[in-house]
Every structure is written in structure tokens, then in C-alpha cells.
T-cell receptor, first 110, second 115 residues
Framework: KQEVTQIPAALSVPEGENLVLNCSFT??????LQWFRQDPGKGLTSLLL?????REQTSGRLNASLDKSSGRSTLYIAASQPGDSATYLC?????????FGAGTILRVKS | EAGVAQSPRYKIIEKRQSVAFWCNPI?????LYWYQQILGQGPKLLIQ????????DSQLPKDRFSAERLKGVDSTLKIQPAKLEDSAVYLC?????????????FGQGTRLTVV
């Protein structure tokens, strides 16, 4: 069964701190992995997409890594800001089907 | 580039009533998805279309849910009759198509409350 797990479920940090969100998946036969951000009452915004042949992707203060062999991905956020507060979802693509984790609720305190 | 459009944004209905949601994907995107997101959970795929054909509807409760994508563009998702446990956000997403490594783009979602 293809399952995606995200740890921690919730995280609260002071502004300026660097942080890591974790995602693990049971089936390593992935096409790609995508990190999304979801604000309350809103849809999902794509942050980063890592192809199965890649090890990492970077966008501004965000860096996502992928280790297929261990079934893990991390999302690193540098110098966190209150505006980063949101739910972060990891989604793994299997044959054009996206399987989502339950998300990590991030709160950055000013 | 216009994003994925969904309507309505919010809907409140009584149980046993019917409801329909509409989605217009990004122009040129062959693949369209409907997801159900219950509060506190990640989105769960209900149905996936490739153009106007169904690719995966294994998690669609077919006794009450139906979806169509006429002409391979817009799509509607219907629930009839609704149950209390159908309260959720219904998200539509689109991507360029299968066989490629492509990003999925999501609409704002429709928040359904069944009372």
C-alpha cells in the first residue's frame, strides 16, 4: 500500500529559526515528489517538485531533498518568517497519481 | 496564465440533498483530478480524468458520487444524496498529462458543509 507520512504534525518556532519538515513514503517506485503549501481556507500552492532522478531542489529560502532508497524527503526552510505560517503537504506521484501526507501545521511566531 | 477555477467556494446543504461542483482546469492540461480533503487530513483522490476518459475512480463512492468531464475540458462532481461525512473541501487540480513529470496545480476548493 502506498502511504505518505509527515512528521511532525505541528510545529511552532520563533521567527528567524531554520526548520526541517519530514516526509516518508512506503513505496520507493515514485515518479516525482511535490511539496505544497496550504493557507487556511485556501487551495494548495506548489512550492517545489523533485523528479525521481534528482536529489534536491531549491527555491529562495526553501530547499527540498529526496532520498528514494530510504523513502524520505525533507523540506528545509531558512530564516523562517511569520508569513511562512501554513500547512505544508508532501505528495508523492505514482504513475500520475498523487498520494498526499496529512501535512505539517507550521506556526512562526513574531 | 489563469489558474484552476472552481465554483462555488462554499456550499451548505442538508443531508440527503444533492450538490454539484464545477471545475475549469488550466488551458491545455489533459489531466484533471478531484480530491476530497477532510479537516485535518491530506487530500484523497476521488477521480482522475485523462482528457474525457476516467483513469482512476477506485476511491469514488459510486453509490452517491458521480463526475464527468465532457469535451475533455470542464468537469463537474456531483453528490446525491449527501451524508454528514461528506463535509469536506473538494479540490480540483490539473496537470499537463501522463507520461511526463509535471506539476499539479490546484484550485481554491469548494468547502461543503452538510447539516
Amino acid at each position: 500500500k502506498q502511504e505518505v507520512t509527515q512528521i511532525p504534525a505541528a510545529l511552532s518556532v520563533p521567527e528567524g529559526e531554520n526548520l526541517v519538515l519530514n516526509c516518508s513514503f512506503t513505496d520507493s517506485a515514485i515518479y516525482n515528489l511535490q511539496w505544497f503549501r496550504q493557507d487556511p481556507g485556501k487551495g494548495l500552492t506548489s512550492l517545489l517538485l523533485i523528479q525521481s532522478s534528482q536529489r534536491e531542489q531549491t527555491s529562495g529560502r526553501l530547499n527540498a531533498s529526496l532520498d528514494k532508497s530510504s523513502g524520505r524527503s525533507t523540506l528545509y526552510i531558512a530564516a523562517s518568517q511569520p508569513g511562512d505560517s501554513a500547512t505544508y503537504l508532501c505528495a508523492v506521484e505514482y504513475g500520475n497519481k498523487l498520494v498526499f501526507g496529512a501535512g505539517t501545521i507550521l506556526r512562526v511566531k513574531s | 496564465e489563469a489558474g484552476v477555477a472552481q465554483s462555488p467556494r462554499y456550499k451548505i446543504i442538508e443531508k440527503r440533498q444533492s450538490v454539484a461542483f464545477w471545475c475549469n482546469p488550466i488551458s491545455g492540461h489533459a489531466t484533471l483530478y478531484w480530491y476530497q480533503q477532510i479537516l485535518g487530513q491530506g487530500p484523497k483522490l476521488l477521480i482522475q480524468f485523462q482528457n474525457n476518459g476516467v483513469v482512476d475512480d477506485s476511491q469514488l463512492p459510486k453509490d452517491r458520487f458521480s463526475a464527468e468531464r465532457l469535451k475533455g475540458v470542464d468537469s463537474t462532481l456531483k453528490i446525491q444524496p449527501a451524508k454528514l461525512e461528506d463535509s469536506a473541501v473538494y479540490l480540483c487540480a490539473s496537470s499537463l498529462g501522463s507520461g511526463m513529470v509535471t506539476e499539479a496545480f490546484f484550485g481554491q476548493g469548494t468547502r461543503l458543509t452538510v447539516v
